[in-house]
């Protein structure tokens, strides 16, 4: 093998292991920050269910303004979230809401299970 052939070859080898590992490095990190979002996501549903069950408790009267208080926490941590996340990440979640997030929660836990 002469030495054009050699440098070539070692070349071609050398851009499509960066090009591998771009793309495989890339996928990683994506599948990385999905299940990390989708982590927070079910803490802040357990999270929603424990303010839940105390406000119960509590024999509070302000039901209403509990429920609104309650929905703006909620489409506040969403936003939050979005805010932080790389945005390829957050549009492959394909998650713009808390019903969208707490139905991904779902499937995630009955996967697991």
């Known amino acids: 093998?002469?030495?054009g052939i050699a440098f070539l070859m070692f070349f071609a080898g050398a851009?499509?292991?960066l090009f591998a590992s771009r793309i495989f490095g890339m996928t990683s990190s994506v599948f990385i920050f999905k299940?990390?979002?989708i982590n927070c996501f079910i803490l802040l549903k357990y999270t929603s269910s424990y303010i839940e069950i105390l406000h119960k408790k509590s024999d509070n009267e302000n039901d209403?303004?509990?429920n609104v208080v309650l929905s703006q926490w909620k489409n506040l941590s969403i936003l939050t979230l979005r805010?932080?996340?790389p945005v390829n990440v957050w549009l492959s979640l394909k998650v713009s809401n808390w019903d969208e997030a707490m139905e991904l929660v779902s499937r995630a836990e009955k996967s697991r299970s």
Do not use: K
């Open 64 to 66: 209403e303004v509990f």
């Open 15 to 17: 851009i499509s292991h």
């Open 83 to 85: 805010r932080f996340i």
């Open 1 to 3: 093998m002469d030495a």
């Open 35 to 37: 299940r990390t979002l």
